[in-house]
């Protein structure tokens, strides 16, 4: 017990804060002195307007956060309260902006989180398990619908309009994005296949595939992974349709409303007519290449790769500035809100049970 404790705390611990703001200024430094220019700063126009979008752009983070709140209750068939929903996101969050999103982000702490949350462990692994699930369900729904529906060129053509190279650089993302896609929904089905045919079946075959020599490494992780398909299997048998409805109703209205906070940035400071569903798309292809981002929740590469995508929506030279805006919105807030509240939580939930234990 107490060694789980120590790898948990080992993750989330506040220190790691500083790494992914580091880099994300950093980029936003570098974008900055690469394309400063004071008059695009001095025609900055603020209106009531401004304020508006910008507060609608905060109400956006507030409704996909409620949303994973709704989600992760009807997930533990409401085990959880309203605030310890709240605890368990923010901590969830705060573990994904501190994790590479290509290790899965803050995925192997949110069941030790729900568990010491007094959810028990079949349960915790089951609502997580279909928590990812059902985000992978969105992003495979998603990704060839804003493809097909917006079309490559105005997906990816005007993509670094400077760049001298401009076709090869548009077709790097092109590839980029339907790699780690077809990566992702392979995944996604091997999750599916696990948890509603036949879980024994993957198990074993994550056993003998990771008894190789050269992977031989992995094998207890395979082994648990095996162990943690068949009980969440089991947890999903005899579920009602409001479980699977409402669920899948919370993931697509999180996802929803994150995609579009940049939406409403962008309403905030232009007064031309934009394509909104065309800037939603980027964001979805945006969101789905970070996932393979080896950095600290994307930090940095988000930031560039705003410059990339949506800098001919922004007004002349100011990408980087408002890649910046876009995550004090929707990242810094979660590093933030994790160092408050983390420490009592640990407290709460980690240290005094260790010492009760103890104390047996």
Same mark, same amino acid.
């Given at each position: 017990m107490q060694t789980d404790n120590e790898e948990v705390v080992k993750h989330i611990r506040l220190g790691k804060i500083i790494w992914p703001v580091l880099i994300g200024l950093a980029a936003v430094v570098y974008l900055i002195s690469n394309n400063f220019s004071r008059e695009a700063y001095s025609q900055i126009n603020w209106t009531w307007n401004s304020t508006f979008w910008i507060s609608m752009s905060v109400l956006m983070m507030v409704v996909r956060d409620l949303a994973y709140m709704i989600r992760i209750r009807v997930l533990t068939d409401l085990h959880l309260s309203w605030r310890n929903s709240f605890f368990v996101i923010m901590i969830w969050e705060f573990a994904s902006a501190v994790a590479p999103a290509i290790l899965g982000g803050g995925f192997i702490f949110a069941i030790f989180i729900?568990?010491?949350? $007094?959810? =028990?462990?079949?349960k915790s692994i089951t609502a997580i398990m279909v928590t990812t699930f059902l985000d992978g369900i969105f992003l495979a729904i998603m990704a060839p619908l804003v493809f097909y529906w917006v079309g490559p060129e105005s997906l990816f053509s005007n993509i670094n309009q400077d760049s001298l190279n401009q076709i090869d650089f548009g077709k790097g993302f092109y590839y980029s994005f339907w790699t780690i896609y077809f990566v992702i929904l392979a995944y996604k089905l091997f999750v599916a296949y696990a948890l509603f045919f036949n879980p024994r079946l993957v198990k074993w075959l994550l056993i003998k595939l990771f008894s190789m020599p050269w992977l031989r490494k992995w $094998?207890? =992780?395979?082994?648990?992974?095996?162990?943690?398909?068949?009980i969440a299997s089991g947890g999903l048998k005899n579920k009602t349709f409001n479980y699977w409805f409402v669920s899948t109703l919370a993931t697509f209205a999180s996802w929803t409303a994150r995609y579009t906070v940049v939406n409403c940035l962008l309403m905030a400071f232009h007064n031309v007519n934009l394509d909104h569903f065309v800037i939603y798309a980027r964001q979805v292809v945006m969101g789905i290449i970070m996932l393979g981002s080896p950095t600290p929740g994307g930090s940095g590469i988000a930031e560039l790769m705003f410059a990339?995508?949506?800098?001919?929506?922004?007004?002349?030279?100011?990408e980087a500035s408002l890649g910046l805006l876009w995550?004090?919105?929707?990242?810094?807030p979660y590093l933030l809100i994790g160092a408050i509240i983390i420490p009592r939580w640990l407290r709460r939930r980690v240290f005094s049970s260790s010492q009760q234990v103890k104390a047996e």
């Open positions: 729900l568990n010491r949350e $007094k959810v =028990n462990m079949g $094998k207890y =992780n395979a082994l648990v992974t095996g162990n943690q398909l068949v990339d995508f949506l800098g001919e929506f922004t007004p002349d030279k100011l995550r004090l919105i929707s990242y810094y």
